[in-house]
């Protein structure tokens, strides 16, 4: 996120893209809500007529994946009606040109043609928002086309470049994450391509300097494979021996039965997990961790502020802290690794990431800090871009439509739409198992459309067998106009229904997000 | 700003224009006991509990609605004031159940601080008592209306922090109750179980399910942590009891405040389940056994050394996690580059 | 000693012969609620809270009272125990004032405990309730027969000390109570307000009045001191709340080990940071005096003083 949590109460014009925000992130809820008590008008883009969309002034029902022609859309009519904030875009920006023409072809009438959203409505919108004193946008993984760093989702900033709602507060680009700590592992490194901070494994002056660090010769200076490169490679054969900690690729990842094959053919799999989770059977070697409560730690939230995970019970069973068993492995292959204490490994990391710089165990102490933080001394960074882009002036990045991967055909007419619901997390492997949110919410179901029901034959709470290109699973109906016509809707956090099995993984090129939101399927009544 | 200075207690107090009487005693260390008031609340005025004695001012004004004024002379705990508070703490007892024995908020209970630091043992009138029945029909929060004081604290929390407004006043005079439309349960309702009126309850009216049945509120440690689901990043206290985490509950965090959602609130229960790995395991024939950690630790380093030494680095591959803490992320990625060589390391952000 | 193995709740505990089977579970780590029992003078069993399932006997024993025999198979929480132990609290429960509220006992008392511990929010029998007057006839101890349970502890921890023996048992059935001599209130009575019945009672039957409306026990820090007027070396508690002292109350009385209220004021002029003006019973009245007459060292002082004064003439 460009801006802080608690800024997006302040917004007069939210724009909420592919985010179910009072379910998915409902302490973000609770701002948008804010905000719209206080009288901002609320624009939410999503198929499906989820609870945020309830209070929305405008309700783009668009069709799925068809977000980027929207945003060239507001774009195109911003630029034709000179809504543009000029002094914003001289002084601050660069490629407006380029964007101009991009855009050009994606007149309101034309993006109506893709996505369904009447003309009309898109130059309300597009007005809205340029003019509004402070507008921000919100979006999730609905959206996400690059995964860190600043400069990715490129249709959303540039719509935030040209009416200058960066860089102050109350506005900004602001994608909410849906896991802990994924800013954290991102910022951290876990990817094929950066070491922390996103410092580039390609650059050698960086390599070198965390070389030096670690006492190793030298680092390897090619990006590595992605999750799903890296099965694709397992299941050729190429990758022979994986260590997996408290992942769950088996039901998180898309066509599962392919994630399974390619686990199943490793030479060696250690999984490190709290539970046994799907994956971890698959595994040789299962080590069990400790969890959030057993150890000390921090975690970066979407707004990239780095808080304190505090110990409150010693690990349960002969379980240890992740950090503790990397460096028995570490140590056990003949590279010692020791560390006192989680405060010891952050002070390395502030070391070697300008970005964290002045984060320490000391000053978290007394309440978090919030990243660009490169000195002792430095009090963190809110809001990014104000006065300054990270690389200078902001760049603007033309992105074109393209439809998605799999379209509805006869023979798979209806699209699956996958995402999270407010009692559940993720696979489920936590809140299906903590006495009280599973009672409550204990069974998943297929929300689907009354006219495709109808056509069907199916009744609400009928037990259906959804079925796509690579796989099925059954699942009890709930018969909703939340969902549009053609459009199905399930999450992917009950075992039971491993939705998975039935996505797509096909990968957007750049930043190789499985198209998880949307993939062709059939529904059929299990007779 | 502009400022007045009053006297409250014969001290000299200066506080912003537009600064209440409670907030200005509470700026200059005096205690004003208060039921219906919260800060994060639009002020109510209903409990009386707050009230005050200012000098010229007929009747005793309850200071969480009066504004400081220049040269306002205030009595906190002047024997008026002490005795409209006993009257109101009696009246409140002569309509509440004496469950304290084993109620769960025995110990952390506004209406039980104030009956002993104003002395008040029984109620002073025995009159009619409400018997509704307690609810319990949902796993997160437990209803027992008949503790209730009709502060209304639940009611705002519900619309202002949570926007839901889920519950309000419903009936009139001793039947006054604060209810879900129609007088359904919660769990009839459109709550959402964030527990966020639970945690602004000044009683036992409004309880956390699970944390109030299994520990009494002296005996718990709590331990300030975030949140491990989403990437709110909400900060809470764990309730920790003989070394197990048995509740959670709102403390005043950065990003939340004391407002916490369903799952950050009452999503605990998996750290002590049965279902958790407590011993390394390793496959043999297909099926796991128990190791000890040398055996594992050993196996898994074997392996891997033999992996990356007959295929090289490019053979192997890391999954970190989004779940764990940025140092384990760190060590994850040092451990992939420095040790096995490879940069195919990611975590499942995509996701 | 020879050694007895017994089973108790499918664990193996091996302790010396004539070991009762409540302190045999204790030493293994399991828990059994008791009331009545005092380690420092045990085999009194008149509570029953502390019953167990042991197959073979009759009925559920007190495993206060029960000695541990080789192969003996003990169940400390079966259901017969639990509901056994359910229909004592409720019955106690039964005869109990509700009010918690604001007893100082409160957050401290075992009743309590047991009742939360075991789900009996309040009595299922309604009766006649007993409705004595409070006795806060001495400076000291408050005495509220209405919320004592009769467990006796009191009786036995006083009458330990040779010569004491104040209080004992009176009346019958429903009125049985603790009483003084001739049932006169405390301050009448020949109690020396050592304050070890008060240390050992399990409930707020007995509370020390110098602490009344003081605090409330989870607002109250105790540290162990141990007092040095004697040789006996009594302990007691300092009461700590939000950073001040606000008294001193005695540990439980262990053996050689009287405890006395000299010692305990001692203690309170030393540590409490308003400590209250002491009282002496004079002539069957209680009288302010000052704090070298409390601790009965006017004797040693003037003869300081006396000293003191020749040495500078
Ligand atoms: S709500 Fe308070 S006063 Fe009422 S029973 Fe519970 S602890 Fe006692
Ligand atoms: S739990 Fe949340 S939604 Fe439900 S009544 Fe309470 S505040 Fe409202
Ligand atoms: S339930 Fe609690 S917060 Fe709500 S009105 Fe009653 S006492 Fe107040
Ligand atoms: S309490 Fe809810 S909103 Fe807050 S971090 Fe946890 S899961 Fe997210
Ligand atoms: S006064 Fe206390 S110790 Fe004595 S018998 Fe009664 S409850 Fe037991
Ligand atoms: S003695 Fe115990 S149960 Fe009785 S009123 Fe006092 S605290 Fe409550
Ligand atoms: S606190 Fe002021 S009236 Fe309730
Ligand atoms: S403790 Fe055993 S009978 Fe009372």
Not at chain 1, 2 to 21: K, Q, S, V
Not at chain 3, 147 to 171: E, M, N
Request: glycine share 10%; hydrophobic share 40%; charged share 20%.
């Amino acid at each position: 996120m460009t801006n802080p949590i608690g800024d997006i109460g302040g917004a007069d014009f939210i724009l909420a893209i592919g985010t179910n925000t009072t379910e998915s992130h409902p302490i973000i809820g609770l701002q948008v809500k804010k905000a719209v008590r206080n009288g901002a008008t609320l624009v939410v883009v999503d198929p499906r007529r989820t609870e945020v969309a309830g209070l929305a002034h405008y309700h783009l029902r668009l069709k799925s994946g068809t977000d980027i022609a929207l945003l060239n859309g507001l774009a195109n009519v911003i630029i034709s009606e000179d809504l543009v904030n000029k002094e914003f875009v001289d002084t601050r920006t660069e490629g407006f040109e380029a964007l101009k023409e991009t855009v050009a072809r994606y007149t309101p009438e034309y993006v109506e043609q893709i996505t369904g959203i009447s003309a009309d409505i898109i130059r309300e919108v597009a007005r809205g928002y340029a003019t509004a004193k402070n507008a921000t946008i919100l979006y999730t993984m609905g959206l996400t086309q690059h995964v860190c760093g600043t400069h990715n989702v490129f249709a959303v900033a540039n719509l935030a470049m040209l009416c200058g709602h960066i860089g102050k507060p109350h506005s900004g680009v602001n994608p909410l994450r849906g896991q802990n700590n994924v800013q954290g592992a991102c910022d951290m490194g876990a990817l094929p391509n950066v070491l922390t901070g996103y410092q580039s494994v390609t650059l050698e002056e960086v390599r070198s300097k965390f070389a030096e660090a670690w006492g190793v010769g030298e680092l390897p200076a090619t990006p590595g494979l992605t999750v799903g490169e890296m099965l694709e490679a397992a299941a050729r054969g190429e990758i022979k021996g994986m260590y997996i900690m408290g992942e769950n690729p088996v039901l998180s990842d898309p066509d599962a039965d392919h994630v399974i094959h390619a686990l199943e053919k490793l030479d060696f799999l250690v999984v490190q997990d709290i539970f046994l989770t799907e994956t971890a059977r698959l595994a040789d070697v299962v080590l069990p961790a400790a969890s959030f409560a057993e150890k000390d730690g921090t975690f970066t939230n979407t707004e990239r502020r780095v808080q304190r995970v505090r110990k409150a019970i010693e690990p349960v069973g002969e379980a240890k802290p992740d950090w503790q068993i990397i460096c028995l492995v570490a140590t056990a292959m003949g590279y010692p690794m020791q560390y006192g204490s989680p405060a010891e490994i952050m002070e390395e990391i502030a070391r070697l990431t300008p970005s964290y710089g002045g984060i320490s165990y000391q000053r978290l102490e007394n309440g978090s800090l919030v990243w660009p933080c490169p000195a002792p001394d430095h009090p963190g960074t809110p809001i990014l871009h104000a006065g300054k882009f990270a690389r200078g002036l902001g760049k603007f990045h033309p992105v074109e439509y393209v439809p998605p991967a799999e379209q509805p055909d006869e023979e798979y007419p209806l699209i699956l739409n996958t995402g999270r619901r407010h009692f559940h997390y993720h696979t489920g492997t936590m809140t299906l198992r903590t006495g009280a949110l599973e009672e409550y919410y204990g069974r998943e179901h297929l929300e689907i459309n009354p006219a495709d029901a109808r056509a069907l034959g199916i009744a609400d709470g009928e037990r259906v067998r959804v079925v796509s290109r690579r796989g099925q699973v059954e699942v009890t109906a709930r018969v909703v106009d939340t969902v549009p016509p053609g459009v199905v809707f399930t999450s992917f956090h009950f075992p039971d229904v491993a939705i998975n099995r039935l996505t797509n993984p096909a990968r957007d090129p750049v930043a190789r997000i499985p198209e998880l939101k949307v993939c062709a399927v059939r529904v059929e009544k299990i007779a | 700003m502009a400022e007045v200075t009053l006297t409250i207690d014969g001290k000299q107090v200066t506080v912003p224009v537009g600064t209440t009487v409670l907030e200005a005693a509470r700026q200059a260390g005096i205690f004003i006991p208060t039921l219906c008031h919260d800060p994060d609340l639009t002020p109510w005025g209903g409990c009386r509990l707050c009230v005050v004695e200012i000098e010229g001012m007929r009747n005793l004004p309850a200071s969480c609605v009066t504004t400081a004024t220049s040269g306002m002379v205030v009595h906190t705990a002047s024997p008026a004031v002490v005795e409209a508070r006993k009257t109101i703490i009696e009246l409140l007892l002569a309509n509440h159940p004496m469950d304290c024995l084993t109620c769960g908020k025995n110990g952390d209970c506004r209406l039980q601080d104030y009956a002993y630091m104003y002395g008040v043992r029984q109620a002073g009138f025995a009159g009619e008592r409400h018997s509704y029945p307690i609810e319990d029909d949902n796993p997160f929060i437990v209803r027992d209306l008949n503790k209730c004081i009709l502060c209304g604290k639940c009611v705002r929390a519900c619309a202002e922090i949570q926007g839901k407004n889920v519950v309000d006043f419903a009936y009139r005079g001793f039947n006054t109750r604060v209810t879900p439309a129609m007088d359904s349960t919660l769990a009839g309702s459109d709550c959402v179980f964030c527990g966020n009126c639970v945690a602004v309850c000044p009683v036992g009216a409004l309880q956390e399910k699970g944390l109030r049945s299994s520990a009494r509120t002296w005996e718990v440690k709590k331990v300030r942590t975030t949140c491990p689901y989403c990437g709110t990043g909400c900060t809470f206290d764990l309730n920790v009891k003989d070394g197990r985490v048995v509740g959670v509950t709102s403390c005043d965090g950065e990003v939340n405040g004391r407002a916490l959602c369903v799952k950050g609130r009452f999503g605990y229960g998996f750290i002590h389940h049965p279902d958790r790995l407590t011993r390394p395991l390793i496959k043999r024939n297909g099926i796991f056994e128990e190791a000890t950690w040398e055996e594992a630790i050993g196996l898994v380093a074997e392996r891997l050394g033999a992996i990356k030494k007959e295929y090289g680095s490019g053979a192997l591959g890391v999954l970190s996690s989004a779940r764990c803490t940025n140092e384990e992320n760190y060590l994850m990625s040092k451990f992939a580059r420095a040790v096995l060589g490879t940069n195919n390391i990611d975590h499942c952000a995509r996701l | 000693m020879p050694n007895v193995t017994l089973t108790i709740d499918g664990k193996q505990v091996t302790v010396p012969a004539g070991t009762n089977v409540l302190e045999a579970a204790r030493s293994a780590g399991i828990f059994i609620p008791t009331l009545c029992h005092d380690p420092a003078i045990p085999g009194f069993g008149a509570c029953r809270l502390c019953v167990v399932e042991i197959p073979g006997m009759r009925n559920l024993p007190a495993s206060c009272v029960t000695t541990v025999a080789e192969g003996m198979v003990v169940y400390t929480a079966s259901e017969a125990v639990i509901e056994a132990r359910r229909t004592i609290i409720d019955l106690l429960l039964a005869n109990h004032p509700q009010d918690c509220l604001t007893c100082e006992k409160n957050g401290d008392c075992r009743l309590q405990d047991y009742a939360f511990m075991y789900g009996v929010r309040q009595t299922s029998f309604h009766g006649e309730r007993k409705n004595y007057p409070l006795d806060d006839s001495n400076p000291y101890i408050i005495r509220d027969q209405n919320k004592c349970i009769l467990c006796g502890k009191c009786v036995r921890t006083c009458q330990a000390v040779p010569g004491r023996s104040v209080i004992d048992f009176g009346y019958r059935g429903f009125n049985t109570r603790v009483v003084t001599a001739m049932d006169v209130p405390l301050g009448e009575s020949e109690c020396v307000y050592c304050a070890r019945c008060v240390a050992v009672c399990p409930v707020g039957a007995l509370t020390y009045k110098p602490m009344a409306g003081k605090g409330r026990t989870w607002e109250i820090e105790k540290k162990t001191v141990t007092c040095t007027f004697c040789e006996n070396g009594c302990t007691f508690d300092l009461n700590i709340k939000n950073g001040k002292v606000i008294g001193i109350t005695a540990k439980e009385p262990g053996p050689g080990r009287p405890l006395c209220l000299k010692g305990r004021l001692g203690l309170e002029l030393l540590y409490v940071d308003e400590p209250l003006t002491p009282m002496l019973k004079k002539d069957g009245q209680f009288v302010p005096v000052s704090w070298a007459e409390a601790l009965g060292l006017e004797g040693v002082l003037s003869r300081i003083k006396e000293l003191e004064g020749k040495k500078q003439a």
